[in-house]
């Protein structure tokens, strides 16, 4: 069995590590499912108490979760206390008092963050938010901020924008013409291209059932496996609502004959009618087989024979592409997969961390790439949708 994970989580600026002090502590970073939005999520950190160390966590004061690549900022803003009767006299005797502390991630904050009448020029989807949305601008608060690298394929619209940061910048990730994805780090956030959200695949982790004759630190050994259909994931007939331009909506026909149509509509800021019309066929083509699988992965970093989620977490902060094994019940034949890593559960305390990884199939993200074994095949993306 590998050791487990050694997590460093420091007081910003000082970078003060309390780790010593927390019992056990649980995050979620990312989104469940292709089609989510991205939502705030919260660290939730127990600590022991019994001596008032909860005076190093007050409300507002920054601190950086790490491990390697895995790094990211969060902000206190709420204590609840777990007092143990006799620890207020000198007296006492009992050692179990406690803290929980919630601390937001850099997209909760966002969605505390209201602008009325925010004027926006267009520039490409994602440029728009990281070059207007600023600290300069006084949109953002010092100690956020973002990583500008990503411009994205389409174009958003100039508008006077009032309401939260975080709903303006889910918009913003959908008027792309295959959905882009948000990963947060220190205290930066990054809107990235999903269909080419990775280290190459030649670096990429595969998750495993078994060992087998795998050797070296690209391989994860899973506990749990969930194989999960479709759901509310299955389209077939999409409306594209974009601010300058009519509606459009793409219908894949085959798959209404076949399923019976599932409808859904869009909104985005897309600024002309044939960047909207391609986004509502991606989406119409994209996520139209009901029997399309997702999958939910659990493991822990004790149960490891090498340092494959140390790699795991390393390429994760540059993107998102990951291998999947699995063997179906019943049968003798491993499957294959390549994924794209939508979100990460962490549970930890110091004997362990359990991670559950969210995936989908890559292929709702993968454009057309000629001369690429993995994505320049024909039909790749069903009906297709050409740009």
Known sequence: ??????????????????????????????????????SGTQLVVTISNNNNQIADWPVGQAFLLSYNGDRQFFWVSEVQYDDAPGTNTLSGTNTNSTATVYLDDWMTRAGRIQVTNFALTADLAFRQMYNQFTVASGALPTGMDWIATLTSNATAAADTYTGTLAARINTNLKTDFVGGQMYCTDQYANLRLAATAGTSVTNAVTLKPDKGAATGDKYVLYQQFKRISAGQNFLNTVTVDPPVVANQTATNATSVTAYGARFNSVTTVNNTVSEAQTRAQ?????????????????????????????????????????????VVPGTATTTTETCSIEGISYSATPSQTVFTLYLSRMSVYAEFILDSAQYGVLN????????
């Open 1 to 38: 069995m590998a050791a487990p994970i050694t997590w460093a989580l420091q007081s910003v600026p000082t970078y003060v590590d309390k780790i010593s002090q927390v019992r056990s502590f649980t995050r979620f970073r990312g989104k469940q499912n292709y089609l989510d939005d991205y």
């Open 282 to 326: 991606w989406l119409a083509n994209s996520a139209s087989d009901p029997n399309d699988l997702r999958f939910e992965v659990t493991f822990t970093d004790v149960m490891q024979v090498n340092a494959g989620v140390t790699s795991l977490l390393n390429n994760y902060a540059n993107g998102s592409i990951i291998y999947l094994e699995y």
């Open 380 to 387: 790749q993306n069903r009906l297709g949708v050409s740009f």
